[in-house]
């Protein structure tokens, strides 16, 4: 079945370093989308990507979908201890005239202070 | 800001009890899901709802689970005879041009 990697798992940073997430796929992606679950909390949409070689930006956030659309990732410069949380990945994945949103793995991040 | 709303918040049944979890969809979307997560899981795609009609579900979604829209505003989710591994957060979401989820139910089997 179609999957949606993470990678990594799990990343602890000192608060100020950066922290990247890789979102990888089998695939090629009609698009992504990016979601953070605070702990304890629901999957908040943070960005969707199209188009092959975008890149977006979010303050600290920078989202960036592959060239050849397969893979995605979100890179957070000088974390802070409110970016704590699991990162998703999501295809909105189209059929039977409606979407269904395929979630990565997710990659957790812990911030030190 | 609108949201969508989940109840309850935290549900314990006994196993081979129905449930029925139930979500209020943000009022001008026309597409309706359910997601649940299992304790420190990814997202896991149930089912997708539009007009007044299943369009997807997952191999998640036997026989035991059922989806309804009663009234034109409640959105549910009912699993007829909960089994221990049904135990997870059950996301309601809904979309228009992005999915916006609720808070989730926590759903304990015992």
């Known amino acids: 079945g179609q999957q949606v990697m993470q990678i990594p798992q799990y990343q602890h940073v000192q608060e100020g370093e950066d922290f990247t997430t890789y979102c990888n796929s089998s695939?090629?992606?009609?698009?992504i989308q990016w979601y953070k679950q605070r702990p304890g909390g629901h999957p908040v949409f943070l960005i969707q990507?199209?188009?092959?070689?975008e890149v977006k930006k979010q303050k600290r956030l920078t989202f960036q979908f592959g060239e050849a659309k397969k893979n995605s990732s979100l890179h957070i410069t000088a974390t802070q201890t409110t970016d704590v949380g699991t990162y998703f990945c999501?295809?909105?994945?189209?059929?039977?005239?409606?979407?269904?949103?395929?979630f990565g793995t997710g990659t957790r991040l812990k911030v030190l202070a | 800001e609108p949201e969508v709303t989940q109840t309850p918040s935290h549900q314990v049944t006994q196993m081979g009890q129905e449930v029925i979890l139930r979500c209020v969809p943000i009022s001008n979307h026309l597409y309706f899901y359910w997601y649940r997560q299992i304790l420190g899981q990814k997202v896991e795609f149930l089912v997708s709802f539009y007009n007044n009609e299943i369009s997807e579900k997952s191999e998640i979604f036997d026989d035991q689970f059922s989806v309804e829209r009663p009234d034109g505003s409640n959105f549910t989710l009912k699993i007829r005879s909960t089994k221990l591994e049904d135990s997870a957060m059950y996301f309601c979401a809904s979309r228009s041009t992005e999915a916006f989820f609720g808070q989730g139910t926590r759903l304990t089997v015992v």
């Open positions: 990507l199209v188009k092959s070689g």
């Open positions: 695939t090629t992606l009609s698009n």
């Open positions: 999501a295809e909105a994945s189209q059929s039977s005239g409606t979407y269904k949103y395929i």
